[in-house]
């Protein structure tokens, strides 16, 4: 037969001739999965059809309709086209396989709950079938094409069957159809239509059931949507249905939700119809824990026999399912844990805080990261305290840096507070003395080389000849180098501060009239590294565009292949390798140079040495001509503060003067060297993370992990004992045999799934959580409460000016593509790599950060408003979100939709 195939002769490969569904039922069928009889009509019947009405001509008129057109010019061309349908007649060709087909099928006994409704003598020839659209378009996975064209239920009889085929076939053209493919760019000329023709289940219960939680993600649970009667009313949402979870491992139900269903579909004599549900039935569940049970294990069999998670449609008639429909679930997330609520803290006399270095840490830590950093933060903190004050001034176990739900915290015991609480003056003497290689001598003369040698050292040797214990080392030496230098770093933080605000009271109370600048604007125009940063950026893109063809080929390529040719060495294939080779060098300059660049300490996330993208994204935005130039602005800047300079100058009176000018001097050499030191916080990033891919990539080799990059999701004892058994040696390492999975793959997964939860919560910023206490210690954390409800938003303004703008949410550098100039740039925090994007923000709000912290300064220097700290901003605000951003009073307001 050539216009008809079994069910059993098509599987996931035919999608071109049995259309989506089709192909799906045929590879179930395959599985062994109960599926009612029937047959396709594939779709050489429907070109037939078109072919022999001589309608494809007349189709591609209709349809073929301009950019511009409206709803009611798809309506009509709808109309048209169907009308063409309707008035064709069926060749006689497929009408002698259809009636032959269809008269095989047996009356559906079997389906149909009892002998009550089975269909009276004189039509029990006539079998109830489903007359259901498959369609062919690629896409045919995508959500929001599912359900465009037409199925009929319940039809009986050869003619109307006939009828009803072509019915279908006509809904390929619906104007809701043609809109969307018109959208998505699929020409009129490309679509099929097949259809299946299937036995009708006469179903008591009917609903969906997708085989991992699309809530969560989790792929380890089944959830199940049920109602009474056919399943028409759940696919078109008309009812509520029964929510049942189910752990797909063991069958158990999880959780369940027994809703109100208030209408059914059931047959009318012929097709069907909706009617009120009995009130005995309304409230009581459709499916009992073991029918969702035996619901379930089908559908885990699906899942395992596609090999991805289905969304699959189900009837239940006398207790027996049939699967009706299975496709893959489209825009999964991936599976997190739950959300956790409990913040209790692990050792309870003490106090803890998300500040300082937490600051760099935003989210949850990787496993490993968070195995290491502890003891060498308080290994640095430690040694740096003993320096300050003598030695032995803090005990073991007196500070450190566990995580808390997966969250860092700054861990005081109690007692050790109160004792350096104490000893404070001394802190103090030291850090103004430039004592214990502190303060901005201390960072310039000791810390810094310090850094820098120890991460030379380590570079002596290419990380492929170290050996696993060698690699091991390696990290945990640059960590501590790394964390040895924040510490150092830190106590240049508060000099900055100092002078800065001293200048800025001595300012305001002596010097400022009417008219004169605020006193930050003092402090603008100078270089600092993310200055200097961003400027190399933009004269790279210049460069570019001097190179001919250069720029069109940079932007022509996506982001994506550029960063990987760049790290692997392989020329993009979409690139000219001359051109190529011109810019590969050049950029590979600029990332020696800055690639060390961190936006979150935690060594799971990619740096720009190996992962330049958010660069490239940056660069692109300076060759399409937005984002302004960064020496001209600095230049204005630098033009303003000296014109305001002069101008007081000349008109203070010498004492005044000279404190005026000392103060001055102070503030402005101390603010360019704190974001100095902060930007190479990550120099020994780029090498660390190269150590432990190496490692990573051994292992994955040896079969113990998955993937390279799952090293980040090891423990540490997990690590070194790997490198122990020899599992990560550099030449002839040893490998696991026998295991049919990576031994760690599982747990690695379990990690990633938990640590996705984790990211869901918001980690108080301060443990325990002590009301009165926290009151009064807000002012020195850096992000706001969590609490915040209303339409404003608080949070600290640290850059003046008013704006109203739409927000643009901003997980991370892999989102920095998305910002539009103009835009409120909105993000959890931002490190010196987001310096670039403040160019083309408007304004400027975060969770987390202060007065002090980079984006202010930023901000200042860019001339935008900023209201960072605010705790709550990328939860409350959505990208598009109109917002007045205030950065005098410090408060963010969502604006409501209309008002403007
Ligand atoms: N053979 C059948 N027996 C009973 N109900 C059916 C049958 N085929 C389809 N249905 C019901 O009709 C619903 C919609 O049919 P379907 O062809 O899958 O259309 P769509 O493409 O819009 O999902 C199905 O979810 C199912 O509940
Ligand atoms: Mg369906």
């Not at 991936?334 to 989210?363: C, H, M, N």
């Not at 040698?453 to 050996?467: G, I, Q, Y």
Request: proline share 7%; glycine share 10%; with cysteine.
């Amino acid at each position: 037969m050539g216009y008809i195939d079994d069910f059993s002769e098509v599987g996931r490969n035919d999608v071109a001739t049995a259309g989506g569904k089709g192909a799906g039922l045929g590879e179930l069928v395959r599985a062994g999965l109960p599926v009612p009889p029937g047959f396709l009509l594939n779709t050489a019947a429907y070109e037939l059809f078109v072919r022999s009405n001589e309608l494809a001509e007349r189709i591609q008129e209709y349809a073929a309709l301009p950019p511009s057109a409206s709803a009611k010019d798809y309506e009509d061309a709808s109309a048209q086209i169907r009308g063409l349908f309707a008035g064709g007649t069926m060749p006689d060709a497929i009408a002698a396989e259809l009636r032959d087909a269809y008269h095989q099928l047996r009356p559906g006994t079997e389906l149909s709950p009892g002998t009550d409704s089975r269909p009276a003598l004189g039509e029990a020839a006539e079998p109830a079938v489903a007359v259901r659209s498959s369609a062919t378009a690629e896409d045919l996975a995508s959500a929001s094409f599912a359900g465009q064209q037409d199925t009929y239920l319940n039809v009986r009889g050869a003619d109307a069957l006939m009828e009803s085929v072509i019915h279908c076939w006509s809904s390929l053209w619906t104007s809701r159809a043609m809109a969307y493919r018109s959208r998505e760019g699929i020409r009129p000329d490309q679509v099929r239509l097949a259809v299946v023709v299937q036995q009708m289940v006469d179903a008591d219960a009917a609903g969906v059931m997708f085989t991992a939680n699309p809530a969560t993600g989790r792929r380890d649970q089944i959830v199940i949507g049920a109602a009474w009667g056919l399943g028409e009313s759940v696919v078109s949402g008309a009812v509520s249905t029964d929510d049942i979870v189910v752990d797909a491992a063991t069958g158990t139900v999880v959780s369940r939700r027994t809703a109100d269903k208030e209408v059914m579909t059931v047959y009318a004599g012929r097709g069907t119809r909706e009617e009120p549900v009995p009130v005995s039935r309304r409230h009581q569940p459709v499916l009992d824990d073991a029918a969702a049970a035996t619901l379930a294990g089908y559908g885990a069999r699906i899942a395992r026999h596609f090999a991805s998670p289905q969304d699959i449609e189900w009837g239940r008639v006398r207790g027996e399912f049939f699967i009706l429909q299975s496709r893959p679930i489209t825009a999964l997330p991936e599976p997190a844990g739950e959300t956790p609520r409990d913040w209790s803290v692990p050792y309870p006399k003490g106090l803890y805080f998300r500040a300082s270095i937490v600051e760099q840490l935003p989210d949850p830590l990787s496993p490993l990261f968070a195995d290491l950093i502890d003891g060498s933060v308080s290994r640095s903190l430690n040694a740096l305290m003993d320096e300050a004050f003598g030695k032995s001034s803090l005990r073991t176990g007196d500070l450190g840096l566990p995580a808390i739900n997966g969250y860092a915290y700054y861990y005081y015991r109690t007692a050790a507070l109160w004792r350096l609480m104490g000893k404070t003056p001394a802190l103090v003497r030291a850090l103004i003395r430039g004592e214990a290689h502190m303060g901005v001598q201390g960072w310039r003369d000791y810390s810094h080389p310090r850094y820098v040698r120890v991460v030379e050292s380590w570079s002596a040797k290419p990380v492929a000849d170290l050996t696993g214990q060698e690699l091991l080392e390696g990290v945990s030496a640059l960590l501590d180098a790394g964390t040895v230098y924040y510490t150092a770093v830190q106590s240049i933080i508060p000099i900055a501060t100092s002078s800065e605000l001293a200048f800025q009271k001595f300012y305001d109370k002596f010097v400022r009239q009417d008219g004169d600048p605020p006193a930050p604007a003092f402090l603008l125009g100078y270089d600092s590294e993310p200055i200097r940063a961003e400027k190399a950026l933009f004269d790279l893109a210049a460069w570019s565009r001097t190179v001919p063809g250069l720029a069109a080929a940079i932007l022509g390529t996506p982001t994506k292949s550029l960063a990987r040719a760049q790290v692997s060495g392989t020329p993009p294939v979409e690139m000219d390798p001359g051109l190529w080779g011109q810019w590969e060098h050049r950029f590979q300059l600029h990332l020696d140079h800055f690639g060390h660049t961190v936006y979150n300490l935690d060594f799971v996330n990619p740096v720009p040495a190996d992962d330049p993208s958010p660069l490239l994204d940056t660069l692109k935005f300076y060759l399409r001509g937005q984002g302004n130039d960064p020496h001209r602005r600095q230049a204005l800047a630098a033009g303003r503060r000296e014109d305001s300079t002069e101008t007081i100058l000349s008109r203070l009176h010498p004492a005044r003067r000279s404190v005026f000018v000392r103060l001055l001097r102070w503030a402005q050499e101390a603010a360019p060297i704190r974001e100095d030191a902060l930007a190479d916080v990550g120099l020994g990033w780029p090498l660390m993370r190269r150590m432990l891919r190496e490692l990573g990539q051994r292992l994955a080799a040896a079969g113990l992990i998955a993937d390279p990059g799952d090293v980040f999701w090891l423990r540490h004892g997990e690590l070194s004992s790997a490198v122990e058994f020899g599992l990560a040696a550099a030449s002839s390492p040893a490998a696991i045999t026998g295991a049919d999975q990576p031994v760690l793959a599982e747990a690695v997964a379990e990690r990633q799934m938990r640590w996705r939860g984790q990211r869901n919560a918001s980690a108080p910023q301060m443990l325990p959580e002590i009301r009165w206490l926290q009151r009064s210690l807000a002012g020195m954390m850096p992000e706001g409460s969590q609490d915040q409800e209303g339409n404003t938003i608080k949070g600290v303004g640290a850059s003046q000016g008013r704006v109203s703008a739409p927000a643009r949410v901003l997980a991370g550098p892999e989102d920095f593509s998305r910002m539009q100039p103009g835009e409120v740039l909105v993000a959890r925090i931002t490190t010196p790599a987001w310096t670039p994007l403040f160019a083309m923000a408007s304004a400027v709000v975060t969770d987390v950060g202060g007065p002090l912290s980079h984006g202010s300064i930023v901000a200042r220097e860019y001339g935008i408003p900023a209201v960072l700290g605010t705790g709550v901003a990328t939860r409350r605000i959505a990208s598009g979100q109109q917002i007045e951003v205030d950065g005098g009073a410090g408060t963010v307001t969502l604006v409501p939709p209309g008002r403007d």
